[in-house]
C-alpha cells in the first residue's frame, strides 16, 4: 500500500500504521530518464546480462548470423533456397503459402539478448512484414557505410539475381560502390555524383525508364503486380522473364534533393510504384533535411538511426531523442523504429569488412594429406574394397599452418564481402540487365 510520500506493507490482509515500510526518494523526470538508460543493460538473470555485454563488446559477424561458415565459400543453393518460391501470394482462403524469408534481410544483432535483427521489407499483413521502403541516418563515423554494406551483403546472400538485382547511387565519393559492384546482382553503382550533373539526370531517366519497362511487363502478363507476376512464371511456369525485386540503395540523398530538384520527383514516384512493381527504397544520409518532410517521408515506414548529434534528426526519425545516445564504437549501433509503433529495437550492424581468412579445415585436411593419414575403416564380414595401406617409414607429426589472410591481386588484403563476391562469380551466372551503358571513354587526340 502506498500514500502520496510514505510507503506501507499489508500485515494479515489488514491496512496498519505498524505495516510503515520506507518515505520513498523523489526524483525528477530528466534523472528518472538518464537512470534507466544507464540500467537498460542490466536484466534479473545474470546469465542474459554477461551474454548481452559480450554481445556489445564484440564485432558481429553476418556470416555467422546466416550460417555460413566461409565467406569465400558460399552455398548459394543452400542460402538461396528458402526464396526460390519468390514473393508470398494469398491463395483462395486468404492465406500466405510461402515467402516468409521473402526481402527478409539479417543486419545484426541485439545487444540485449543476442538475437538476429533483421529488415523484413514485405507488405505488413505479409508474415512479419515492415513495409517497403527504409531511411538511415547517422553522422559521420556513425557506421552508415558499414550499414548498407552489410544490408547490400546480406540481400545477396539471400536472394538469387533472379529474385532480387541491387543498384546503388551514392551522392558522394565513398567505398560503398566500389565494394559492391561486383556482385551479380548488382545492375548500377555510381559513386561521386555530386560532380556531374550529367550522371543525376541519367538517374533519373534509368528509373523512370525501369518502372516504365516494369509496367509494360506486367500488362503484357495481364497481371496487376509482381507477385502474381512471379508466381505465374514460377509455380505456373509460364514463359515469362524474371522480373527481379530491386533494391534501391541511395546514399546521401539530402544533398541530392537540394542540388537536383528531379532527383527528388523520381524518388517521389519510386516510393509509390514500389508495391506493384517490386521496388525497395533504401534512402541514407548523415540528417534527414527538410525536403523530406511530407511525401516521400509518407512512404518510408521504417526507420534507422545510427548515432546522431542534436535533438531533430533523432526526433524526426524516431520520435525520441535516442540515438543521440548511442555509442560510438563499435559502428554501426542503430535503433529501428516501424511504422507507428513506438518501441523502439536497438542493434549492433554486422561487420562485413574483416581481413577474409579462411578456415582452418582446409589447412588440416591438406595437412592430412600430406602425411598420409588415412580415414578409419568400418570392418565388414562381407565383402569390401581393399584396405588403404599406410606409408612406409616413421609418420611425422604435420604441423598446420597458421590462418592468415589472403592477399589481392592489388596487393591488399581481401575483406569478407571481396571473398563472397569473388565466390558468387564463379558460379558464371548469366548477367543480368545493366541499367545502363557504361560511360563512353575519352576519344584520342
Given at each position: 500500500?502506498?500514500?502520496?510520500?510514505?510507503?506501507?506493507?499489508?500485515?494479515?490482509?489488514?491496512?496498519?500504521?505498524?505495516?510503515?515500510?520506507?518515505?520513498?526518494?523523489?526524483?525528477?523526470?530528466?534523472?528518472?530518464?538518464?537512470?534507466?538508460?544507464?540500467?537498460?543493460?542490466?536484466?534479473?538473470?545474470?546469465?542474459?546480462?554477461q551474454s548481452s555485454t559480450a554481445a556489445a563488446s564484440k564485432v558481429v559477424d553476418l556470416y555467422e548470423i546466416l550460417g555460413h561458415a566461409d565467406p569465400g565459400d558460399i552455398d548459394v543453393e543452400e542460402a538461396w533456397a528458402a526464396t526460390r518460391l519468390g514473393p508470398p501470394l494469398q491463395d483462395d482462403e486468404g492465406e500466405l503459402q510461402w515467402g516468409r524469408e521473402w526481402m527478409r534481410f539479417p543486419?545484426?544483432?541485439?545487444?540485449?539478448?543476442?538475437?538476429?535483427?533483421?529488415?523484413?521489407?514485405?507488405?505488413?499483413?505479409?508474415?512479419?512484414?515492415?513495409?517497403?521502403?527504409?531511411?538511415?541516418?547517422?553522422?559521420?563515423?556513425?557506421?552508415k557505410s558499414v550499414f548498407l554494406t552489410a544490408l547490400i551483403t546480406s540481400a545477396c546472400?539471400?536472394?538469387?539475381?533472379?529474385?532480387?538485382?541491387?543498384?546503388?547511387?551514392?551522392?558522394?565519393?565513398?567505398?560503398?560502390?566500389?565494394?559492391?559492384a561486383g556482385f551479380p546482382h548488382c545492375v548500377a553503382a555510381m559513386s561521386n555524383l555530386r560532380n556531374d550533373r550529367l550522371w543525376i539526370v541519367r538517374m533519373e531517366d534509368v528509373l523512370y525508364?525501369?518502372?516504365?519497362?516494369?509496367?509494360?511487363?506486367?500488362?503484357?502478363?495481364?497481371?496487376?503486380?509482381?507477385?502474381?507476376?512471379?508466381?505465374?512464371?514460377?509455380?505456373?511456369?509460364e514463359k515469362l522473364r524474371p522480373m527481379p525485386h530491386l533494391l534501391l540503395i541511395v546514399d546521401e540523398f539530402t544533398q541530392m534533393f537540394a542540388e537536383h530538384d528531379g532527383a527528388k520527383a523520381?524518388?517521389?514516384e519510386v516510393g509509390r510504384q514500389g508495391r506493384s512493381q517490386g521496388l525497395r527504397l533504401v534512402m541514407g544520409s548523415q540528417r534527414l533535411g527538410h525536403q523530406m518532410q511530407g511525401g516521400i517521408m509518407s512512404n518510408i515506414p521504417v526507420r534507422v538511426a545510427l548515432r546522431t548529434v542534436g535533438d531533430t534528426d533523432s526526433h524526426e526519425v524516431l520520435g525520441s531523442d535516442e540515438a543521440n545516445h548511442l555509442p560510438k564504437k563499435p559502428a554501426g549501433a542503430g535503433l529501428l523504429k516501424v511504422g507507428a509503433n513506438k518501441n523502439l529495437t536497438r542493434f549492433q550492424t554486422a561487420f562485413v569488412l574483416k581481413s577474409y581468412v579462411p578456415p582452418q579445415r582446409a589447412a588440416?585436411?591438406?595437412?592430412?594429406?600430406?602425411?598420409?593419414?588415412?580415414?578409419?575403416?568400418?570392418?565388414?564380414?562381407?565383402?569390401?574394397?581393399?584396405?588403404?595401406?599406410?606409408?612406409?617409414?616413421?609418420?611425422?607429426?604435420?604441423?598446420?599452418?597458421?590462418?592468415?589472410?589472403?592477399?589481392?591481386?592489388?596487393?591488399?588484403?581481401?575483406?569478407?564481402?571481396?571473398?563472397?563476391?569473388?565466390?558468387?562469380?564463379?558460379?558464371?551466372?548469366?548477367?543480368?540487365?545493366?541499367?545502363?551503358?557504361?560511360?563512353?571513354?575519352?576519344?584520342?587526340?
Open positions: 500500500m502506498t500514500t502520496e510520500f510514505t510507503l506501507h506493507v499489508k500485515r494479515d490482509g489488514a491496512y496498519d500504521e505498524e505495516g510503515f515500510f520506507a518515505l520513498p526518494d523523489t526524483l525528477d523526470t530528466a534523472s528518472a530518464v538518464a537512470f534507466a538508460r544507464k540500467m537498460a543493460r542490466y536484466h534479473a538473470d545474470s546469465r542474459v546480462t543486419i545484426g544483432i541485439d545487444p540485449r539478448n543476442g538475437q538476429p535483427v533483421a529488415l523484413d521489407l514485405k507488405e505488413t499483413h505479409e508474415f512479419e512484414g515492415m513495409g517497403h521502403h527504409v531511411v538511415v541516418v547517422g553522422t559521420t563515423g556513425s557506421g546472400l539471400t536472394h538469387s539475381p533472379d529474385s532480387l538485382k541491387v543498384a546503388v547511387f551514392d551522392f558522394k565519393g565513398s567505398a560503398l560502390a566500389h565494394l559492391v525508364g525501369e518502372m516504365e519497362r516494369r509496367k509494360s511487363w506486367l500488362d503484357r502478363a495481364g497481371v496487376s503486380d509482381i507477385a502474381e507476376y512471379e508466381y505465374l512464371r514460377i509455380h505456373k511456369k523520381v524518388m517521389d588440416a585436411a591438406a595437412a592430412r594429406q600430406e602425411a598420409g593419414y588415412l580415414e578409419p575403416q568400418e570392418f565388414q564380414a562381407v565383402g569390401m574394397p581393399a584396405l588403404q595401406m599406410a606409408r612406409d617409414g616413421e609418420g611425422e607429426q604435420t604441423k598446420i599452418p597458421e590462418p592468415r589472410a589472403i592477399i589481392g591481386a592489388d596487393g591488399r588484403t581481401v575483406k569478407q564481402v571481396q571473398a563472397t563476391v569473388d565466390c558468387l562469380n564463379r558460379l558464371n551466372l548469366p548477367p543480368l540487365q545493366a541499367m545502363w551503358l557504361p560511360p563512353l571513354q575519352p576519344v584520342p587526340c
